[in-house]
């Protein structure tokens, strides 16, 4: 096989899992995502960013409880 017909599969493929999903297979938001959404939309609100210590501790802590 050569290069070019890799390429060309590849392409296919990366187009086959990057499609739309219908609707119908959508996932809702879990109650869990959504407290975590909510606290940090409060503390951006409060001036802090993405690379804060208190954002990177609560999102730290979601992993370590989503990991259990």
């Known amino acids: 096989m050569n290069a070019q017909c890799f390429n060309v599969r590849a392409r296919e493929d990366l187009q ?3 499609a739309v ?3 119908t297979q959508w996932k809702t938001t ?3 995502l ?3 959404n909510q606290t ?3 503390l951006y609100q409060q001036g802090l ?3 804060s210590e208190p954002v990177q501790a609560i999102l730290a802590q ?3 409880e989503q990991m259990k």
């Open 62 to 64: 979601n992993i370590k």
């Open 40 to 42: 940090l939309e409060a």
């Open 30 to 32: 879990s109650a869990a």
């Open 16 to 18: 086959t899992w990057s």
């Open 34 to 36: 959504k407290t975590l």
């Open 21 to 23: 999903l219908p609707e």
């Open 49 to 51: 960013q993405w690379e």
